[in-house]
Structure formats: structure tokens, C-alpha cells
């Protein structure tokens, strides 16, 4: 016998299986054994929550020929063995998506003129219901407001807003509920213990919670699980890697680095993520979801048991959202929660990515409202720290003023460019060749920043980060190195340039406006000031034009 699917294997036999939806199971039950059974009934809900599977528990139940005391159906007489096989002719089921037409629903009403050869009741179930024409539904309307005694229609829906308010009045409408996150984990520890398989249960949590309140879609996401390891122990770290969903120490360490405005080391974790492959729309579905649980811990102590997370991620989480404020925090779910739509249809997923996480670092890149007060307030933050305070010897020097009226002494400032004769440095360090061969190598480099047709080979985000570099001579005199500050101009730039192909690039250009070949590398540094040789700033050398004889 082929495979089954474990949705189809264990689909309830009985009322008592049906897991979550306890408010419909009772009613329909006690509509049984009270014979008060209803003509129609509309059951609304998503995905996965049991629609189907009740309904033909209720097919099964009214027309068993020996039920139980409390309604539930036997599962031994040939009808309920004929329903549970799907050859009964007694419930008939349909598909509204692909039998939507006026012609399917008038086949209904013909067929419903005949009763049934046996049992008590002929019952149509009829899915995705709100799929059906206009007309369809016209056609509909009459038979079920007055069907044979022997007729029960369940209309069964995800969108219950499109369907007409004169069928939902022909109606008995019971909605399917989410189920929670511990009933899908109790039904998948029960099943997984009658498969015979090990699984931790910190593996099976993070099942039911991917499955988002289905439990079809929690019972497939364990087969798939089950799978890829077949024979083995079912874990932690294998149910994210075939997910490819994250744990919480890489969204702890993520938000840490997003807390310090660390460009480079929240990139660097993004890349981590991409590269061990995970799926970046549910990273992003994931991660705004333990946004929002950092943001009810800040809002009170007594959320623990909210949320559904081990102590010792709770711990951690505790400590994270020590560092970052609640109107940060809402700016960034605000952020992710706008771009979790577009990422579902971007073709450059990782982009769309970092470009958020970029923002998220910088709010002096974006110009609306939230962005400006988050700016104000980290101003705000270093005047309370003292960040902007004068030192000890402007203070005395100001105190000294006031007493006497004298000009407060303040610190020695640094030197300006106009000071600095970096023509001199150069022509003491390097040989004339050597000199000559370097202005043709800047000159060459100024003239691609100006040229058109180079902005479009290189690309304009390509030059615009090379005008946040400050181009110093080579160990060897001969190369390039290209230097950045701790800005988060600074640090995308040495992003950018960080990669081989952009050098490559730049290099190919030089070497076609020059034949020359110069190799260039890149670094960061705490400051870029110009204290000797190798921290000159190419960029701004004003050569010495040489008119030959």
C-alpha cells in the first residue's frame, strides 16, 4: 500500500478527536441526540482548523445506524464504514472552486428531488463555497430554503465575507477558531508516540508553532520533518534546517547589533542567515514576531506565560530588551511589518532584507516622522549621558571668565585641510616617477567620478561610497588603499568595497584611462585624519601641472 499523508491518516474518526473546536463539536452533538438537526450550515474559518473533517464527522453521525449515547457516530455499521471510504452516495461532496457554475448547482437541485437508497439524510458538502458565480448562488438560494426533509447542506468557507447575506441568513454559521499553540503540541506528541518516532520537544513546539493555528498544516510541516530524517531522532536544529526558519540566539545577537547602530555586524549576521539557507520571508514573518514579544516584556513583568518560550530564551530575550527602547522597538516592527508583504514578491529578497535592516541602524536615512523623533531622542540620550559636556579645562577656563571676564582657553583644534601641504609630503617621499604615475592614477579616478558613462558601468552607489573614502597611498607607493571611518556612511561604504568584484571594477577603469594596473585594497579606521604619509588623502592633492618642453 502506497504512503499516506499524516493530515490523511489521522484525520478524526470520531467527535472526540477533533481537537480545538469544542464550541461546534458540542452544538452539532447535542443537535444530534436532541433531533433537532438544522438543514444548512455554514462552517467559517482558515486553513486547516477542521471545516471538512467536522463536517463529515456530522455527515457520519446523522446517518449512523447504531450511534452513541452522545451522538458520535459508531464507525461499524456499513454506513459509517461506507462514508469513512468515500463510496457512500448518501454525501456528496464539491468542490466550489472548479464547479462554480450555474449548471453545477441546478445538477444539486435535480438530485435533491430523489431521497436516499439508505440511511436517514442525503448530505452536501459543498467547499470553498465563496468561490461560486453570482448566479450560482441565485440558483442555490430557493433549495436551500426549503430542501427536502431528507437534505442537509454544509457550505464551508475561508472567506465568509463573499458570501451573500441571503445565503448566510438561509444559514446555521459556526466559526472555526484558531487552534492554540499546546492543543496542536499535545496532538502531534500523541501522534508521534503512535508513528513510533523520537522527536524532542522543543522540535515539536516549533512545529506547531510554524503551523500558525492549522493543524493540517502543523501535521504536514511534521511529515516533511519526519522525512528528511527518516529512522532518526527528530530535533531542534533539524526542524530548522528543514524549515529553514532561525532560532532565537541569531535574533538576540541580531538585535543587539541593531540596538548599537552596527551596520557591518547586523549585515554580517544577515549574511549568516543566507547563507546557511534559510527561508527570508518566514526570517522576516519570525523576526517581527519576537520583536513584538521584546515589546510586551518591556510593557510588563507579567507576560511570561504569554508567551511561548523556554525560560532560557526568555532570560535572554529579557536582557535584549534591556538595551533598546519601546519607540525604537515599534519603529522597527513598523518597518519589518511594511516589508513583509513586499519580500513575499521581490526577486532580490536579500536586498529588500538589508535595505530594511539598514534603516533599521540609520533613521537619519529616512525622513518621516518616527525617524526624526527616534534621531531627536538618541540626541537627547547623549546630552542626559554627558556626551557633548566640556572637559576639565574648558570648564575652568570658562569658570575663570566669568571671574574675570577673559576669553576661555579651549582645546587645540585640528589642523584644517588648508594646512596640511600634502604636495610636500608626497614630493619627499616619493621618487618623480612614482610621483607622476600616482596624479595620473587620481586624476584617472576623478575624472570616472565625473565621467557619465563610467557612473552607469560602475554604478552610481558604487562612486557615491568612494567619495566616503579617503584614498591613501600603498605600502608600496604603487597601490591604493581606501580608507573609512566608523560612520554608517563609512561602514556601508567599506561594505561595498569589501567586495572583490567592486575593486575589480574600479581597477579595470583605472586601467583603461591610465594602461596602468594599481591594486587596491580597503580597511576601516577610528579616524580618518591626515598625520603623515600613509594617511594622506589623495583625494584632495592639488598636483603640480608639469609643461614640458
Request: aromatic share 8%; charged share 30%.
Amino acid at each position: 500500500m502506497s504512503y499516506m499523508a499524516l493530515y490523511r491518516k489521522w484525520r478524526p474518526d470520531e467527535f472526540e478527536e477533533v481537537k480545538g473546536q469544542e464550541h461546534v463539536v458540542t452544538t452539532l452533538k447535542n443537535q444530534i441526540t436532541h433531533d433537532r438537526v438544522g438543514h444548512a450550515y455554514l462552517f467559517c474559518g482558515t486553513r486547516g482548523t477542521g471545516k471538512t473533517t467536522v463536517a463529515k464527522l456530522f455527515a457520519k453521525a446523522v446517518n449512523c445506524e447504531h450511534p452513541l449515547e452522545d451522538g458520535s457516530p459508531c464507525n461499524e455499521c456499513p454506513t459509517c464504514k461506507a462514508i469513512s471510504a468515500g463510496s457512500s452516495l448518501n454525501v456528496i461532496e464539491i468542490d466550489a472552486a472548479s464547479n462554480n457554475g450555474v449548471d453545477n448547482i441546478r445538477d444539486i437541485r435535480d438530485e435533491v428531488q430523489y431521497s436516499p437508497t439508505e440511511g436517514k439524510y442525503k448530505v452536501y458538502i459543498i467547499d470553498e463555497v465563496h468561490m461560486l458565480s453570482i448566479g450560482a448562488f441565485n440558483a442555490l438560494l430557493k433549495t436551500l430554503e426549503e430542501p427536502p426533509s431528507y437534505v442537509i447542506f454544509i457550505l464551508a468557507t475561508t472567506e465568509s465575507h463573499k458570501i451573500p447575506i441571503t445565503i448566510l441568513s438561509r444559514c446555521q454559521r459556526y466559526d472555526f477558531r484558531r487552534i492554540s499553540l499546546e492543543t496542536i503540541y499535545e496532538r502531534l506528541a500523541e501522534l508521534l508516540k503512535r508513528e513510533g518516532i523520537d522527536a524532542e520537544e522543543k522540535a515539536v513546539r516549533y512545529v506547531a508553532k510554524a503551523a500558525d493555528g492549522s493543524m493540517r498544516d502543523a501535521l504536514s510541516l511534521l511529515d516533511q520533518c519526519i522525512a528528511f530524517y527518516l529512522g532518526q531522532t527528530l530535533t531542534y536544529e533539524k526542524v530548522l534546517e528543514v524549515l529553514g526558519a532561525v532560532d532565537v540566539e541569531v535574533f538576540n545577537s541580531l538585535m543587539e547589533r541593531i540596538a548599537e547602530n552596527d551596520t557591518m555586524g547586523a549585515l554580517k549576521v544577515i549574511d549568516e542567515i543566507v547563507w546557511q539557507g534559510r527561508e527570508l520571508s518566514q526570517f522576516v514573518v519570525d523576526f517581527t514576531w519576537y520583536m513584538r514579544n521584546l515589546l510586551l516584556l518591556q510593557a510588563s513583568d507579567h507576560v511570561s506565560d504569554q508567551l511561548d518560550i523556554s525560560l532560557e530564551n526568555l532570560e535572554s530575550m529579557k536582557q535584549v530588551a534591556e538595551k533598546v527602547k519601546d519607540y525604537q522597538l515599534m519603529r522597527y516592527i513598523r518597518i519589518f511589518s511594511e516589508m513583509s508583504n513586499q519580500i513575499r514578491y521581490a526577486t532580490q529578497k536579500r536586498v529588500t532584507l538589508e535595505l530594511a535592516v539598514i534603516k533599521l541602524t540609520t533613521p537619519q536615512m529616512e525622513d518621516n516622522m518616527d525617524s526624526v523623533l527616534d534621531r531627536i531622542r538618541v540626541l537627547e540620550d547623549k546630552v542626559e549621558r554627558g556626551a557633548f559636556a566640556l572637559n576639565e579645562a574648558q570648564l575652568a577656563a570658562i569658570s575663570g571668565n566669568i571671574a574675570s571676564r577673559e576669553e576661555p582657553v579651549l582645546e587645540k583644534q585640528p589642523a584644517r585641510d588648508d594646512d596640511i601641504n600634502r604636495e610636500a609630503m608626497l614630493k619627499r617621499a616619493l621618487q618623480p616617477a612614482e610621483y607622476d604615475d600616482l596624479k595620473e592614477i587620481i586624476e584617472s579616478i576623478r575624472e570616472i567620478q565625473r565621467n557619465p558613462d563610467y557612473r552607469l558601468k560602475l554604478g552610481a552607489p558604487t562612486l557615491k561610497f568612494l567619495e566616503q573614502a579617503s584614498i591613501n597611498p600603498g605600502h608600496d607607493n604603487k597601490s591604493l588603499m581606501l580608507s573609512f571611518d566608523n560612520s554608517s556612511e563609512g561602514q556601508m561604504g567599506y561594505a561595498k568595497y569589501s567586495r572583490e568584484e567592486t575593486r575589480e571594477a574600479l581597477k579595470e577603469a583605472i586601467g583603461e584611462m591610465t594602461g596602468k594596473e594599481v591594486e587596491i585594497a580597503c580597511q576601516m579606521k577610528d579616524s580618518l585624519e591626515e598625520n603623515g604619509f600613509s594617511s594622506i588623502n589623495l583625494s584632495k592633492v592639488k598636483f603640480d601641472i608639469r609643461i614640458e618642453d
